[in-house]
């Protein structure tokens, strides 16, 4: 009877033991929580690129933090999907509320394609994703290389730095009449206005486009400015829908040569609109055409033999899915006949700088 007692007494403050370890830490304060993860809103610090070295901070947004501290992952998790990537957890302590977790995600990605995660924090599971992009550096290399017109295209880790004296290729009532590139042209111009030439010529400039090589959406879109706002194949400055003053194109576009650009009045030639000479003879309505500063590419006004509008655009006059130089996806902006032409109301992402 004694011994049972004993016993009892003995259970019962085990008992309390077990239970006090349950809702403690070995530090003695409470345990670190949150009500929930959202995995959705993840948001890398990098963007990844097949078979090259990825080391990145992964953000993910959680609500109902305690304010306590957690320790990070001593096991790293695996990558599905593509394989070959691990996401460790970075120690942190809790907001009251709203805040984020970090992952270390480093690795170097078995191909293109998504990278999940299983994510497991405080008793609340989700998967992130991350996007793997296609073969490397060197292909969005070679993309800029079809930047004929450029005499000068270099690297750096970030930006890719195109030179150009802005000489269109092809002929031009523009370019003096000693220069073998000069034609007489007169009729019909670009939105069946009869050309009125301008007073200016086409002079050599010289110019540095700095262009972001791993273009992303930006949160405030910038308005493009006056100026050259991009760059085509052939070399020649791309401008937005205005005229100087930010007046509308409306007389400017008689003065449309036989390519659909003209020079303004420091000589430097300029399309506003889809460069003819590139549609018809150099690549096609449909193909890629140039890239804006921000580094999204410009296409032609057709897609999939329709001749797109400005309807089927967003505000920035672009829109998202694959084309042939990036198959998995990438915003770009097309031409199309009507107004803006070419960009609405800002670049999608953060444009890059011309210097003269
Ligand atoms: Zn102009
Ligand atoms: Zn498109």
Redesign the pocket.
Same mark, same amino acid.
């Given at each position: 009877m004694r011994i049972a007692k004993l016993t009892i007494v003995f259970f019962a403050f085990f008992l309390i033991i077990l239970f006090s370890c349950k809702k403690k830490n070995p530090s003695g304060e409470g345990m670190a929580s949150i009500t929930a993860l959202d995995c959705g809103s993840v948001s890398f610090s990098g963007t990844a690129v097949a078979n090259s070295l990825f080391s990145a901070t992964a953000t993910i947004p959680y609500a109902g933090g305690n304010g306590l501290p957690y320790s990070g992952g001593a096991d790293s998790i695996q990558s599905t999907g593509v394989t070959g990537l691990k996401a460790i957890l970075q120690m942190g302590t809790l907001a009251n509320g709203n805040g984020n977790i970090t992952f270390l995600v480093v690795g170097t990605p078995a191909s293109n394609g998504t990278a999940s995660f299983p994510i497991s924090f405080l008793g609340q599971n989700c998967s992130i994703n991350l996007v793997v992009g296609n073969g490397g550096g060197s292909t969005i290399k070679t993309i800029y290389d079809s930047i004929y017109g450029a005499y000068s295209i270099t690297y750096d880790a970030n930006y890719v730095y195109i030179k150009t004296y802005d000489l269109p290729d092809h002929k031009s009532i523009y370019y003096p009449t000693s220069n073998p590139l000069y034609e007489f042209f007169s009729g019909t111009t670009f939105g069946g206005n009869t050309f009125v030439k301008n007073p200016n010529s086409i002079i050599s400039q010289n110019g540095t486009f700095k262009i972001p090589l791993n273009p992303t959406a930006a949160t405030t879109h910038q308005a493009t400015p006056l100026g050259p706002i991009g760059i085509a194949l052939d070399g020649v400055p791309l401008f937005n829908q205005y005229a100087a003053g930010g007046s509308p194109l409306t007389n400017e576009v008689n003065g449309f040569d036989q390519g659909w650009g003209h020079p303004q009045p420091q000589g430097m030639y300029h399309y506003h609109v889809e460069p003819l000479y590139l549609t018809t003879v150099k690549a096609s309505k449909a193909a890629l055409l140039g890239f804006l500063l921000d580094g999204f590419p410009v296409?032609g006004p057709e897609?999939n033999g329709v001749v797109?509008t400005s309807n089927d655009l967003d505000i920035y006059h672009?829109?998202s *899915?694959a084309?042939n130089e990036y198959p998995n996806g990438i915003y770009?902006y *097309?031409f199309t006949a009507d107004a803006p032409y070419l960009n609405g109301s800002g670049f999608w992402g953060t444009p890059g700088t011309v210097t003269q």
């Open positions: 296409y897609e797109l672009g829109h *899915h084309t770009h *097309h």
